[in-house]
């Protein structure tokens, strides 16, 4: 993070702590007594000690900080014999899981590198994401299904902003990407928690008329794309602040733009280009192009980054099938900045997106209380070691709702609510 000095370093610190303040307070909603698991960026440090200050002020009994190194995670693949591509740190993530059984939440503060590993053989870095994603699968188990109150927020690290801001100096690019991060996430105002309450409504009310036309499915047609997707069995539209299973209502992102629910793995017909990069644990892949058959991806390309593409794809049996489909207007905040942010928790609240993998047990009626997985997959719901979104929609593409005998609704025309 760049130093600033006089009134610019004020005006700056006082941005952070509302940014704190909307992760602990909005993001989180944490309890007093609750513990709080912290990853985080090396670079993100000051974000991390003002959200840990906030989180004790709130009342957090222990806040646990781990912090990832670029430089170290390029060396293993400097460095490393080829079977440490096969190896996770299963006890690290067995832990977070109990952790989180145990009541604690969970904050996640994004900024990585969008390129880290875009120069690595795309083998090992296969390799790597599945086995971190098996050994992690308890705890994404328990985060997919709300079993906590969890958030993710970011922070402008130098990496991200040159690839953001290439053509600016490091300094400005970085205080530039800051300045988008304050304003998606509600904190450039005098009070944000009176934004997030006021943005939260709009988005209920957005979820309420959805789900109230109960659709079918779904059709997304534009340049490239004449996509089908059809919606799981007592599915439920979310978006904004949702009640996890242990009673706390939170916002699981920070920015979101977005209303959500879960596709059925099985009902997924057409062709779909992608709109913007996918990040993906350091490789960016563009110009994704798939075709879908009975819910099942099989044809898939990409203008970069394809043998990554085509490696995630076969992690499991679930990585070709969807577990989320999200609607979010062209205009949106973040869409409206005109940025490409390199980075999903934000392009993705500036676009109609997917997801390939893990589907969300709380997009049913009820929010899925007293769903067993068999329940979830006889309705639908996909299971995989994934969930990576990727973005469909812009100003070019439509949507339709369909019925159950195929009666088309405007949802969407040139990107915009109808």
Request: charged share 20%.
């Amino acid at each position: 993070m760049t130093a600033r000095t006089g009134s610019g370093a004020d005006a700056f610190a006082e941005r952070l702590d509302r940014l704190a303040q909307v992760a602990i307070r909005v993001g989180l909603n944490l309890r007093e007594g609750q513990e709080l698991v912290l990853t985080a960026p090396l670079e993100a440090l000051p974000l991390a000690r003002a959200i840990t200050a906030e989180a004790y002020r709130a009342g957090a009994s222990l806040v646990t900080t781990l912090l990832a190194d670029d430089r170290q995670t390029l060396a293993r693949f400097e460095h490393a014999d080829e079977a440490a591509f096969d190896t996770a740190a299963g006890w690290l993530y067995a832990g977070m899981a109990e952790a989180y059984r145990n009541g604690a939440a969970r904050l996640a503060i994004s900024g990585d590198d969008p390129a880290l590993l875009s120069g690595q053989d795309p083998g090992r870095v296969a390799r790597a994401n599945r086995a971190r994603s098996q050994a992690y699968q308890p705890a994404l188990d328990l985060i997919a299904n709300f079993a906590t109150n969890w958030t993710i927020v970011s922070a402008a690290t130098p990496a991200w902003a040159r690839t953001v801001f290439p053509d600016l100096p490091e300094d400005e690019a970085v205080a530039r990407l800051w300045d988008a991060i304050f304003s998606a996430s509600r904190c450039d105002g005098p009070d944000p928690i009176a934004a997030w309450t006021h943005h939260n409504a709009a988005l209920r009310a957005r979820t309420e008329t959805l789900n109230g036309y109960r659709f079918a499915a779904l059709r997304f047609t534009g340049p490239g794309t004449d996509l089908t997707v059809g919606l799981a069995d007592d599915h439920e539209w979310c978006g904004g602040a949702a009640t996890s299973r242990n009673g706390i209502t939170c916002n699981a992102n920070i920015p979101t733009e977005e209303v959500f629910t879960t596709p059925h793995r099985l009902r997924v017909e057409g062709h779909v280009t992608s709109t913007k990069p996918l990040s993906y644990q350091g490789t960016l892949i563009e110009g994704i192009r798939v075709r879908f058959a009975e819910g099942r991806i099989v044809e898939s390309a990409a203008r970069t980054g394809g043998d990554v593409l085509a490696r995630v794809l076969d992690t499991d049996e679930g990585a070709r099938r969807l577990g989320e489909v999200a609607l979010v207007p062209a205009g949106s905040a973040i869409s409206a900045s005109g940025l490409l942010f390199y980075n999903t928790l934000y392009d993705e609240n500036a676009a109609s997106h997917i997801a390939l993998g893990q589907a969300y047990s709380k997009c049913f009626r009820n929010g899925g209380a007293g769903l067993s997985p068999e329940d979830l997959a006889e309705r639908g719901a996909n299971r995989s070691l994934i969930h990576i979104d990727w973005m469909i929609g812009s100003a070019d593409v439509d949507v339709d709702g369909l019925d159950g005998q195929g009666r088309a609704v405007p949802v969407m025309r040139a990107g915009e609510w109808v």
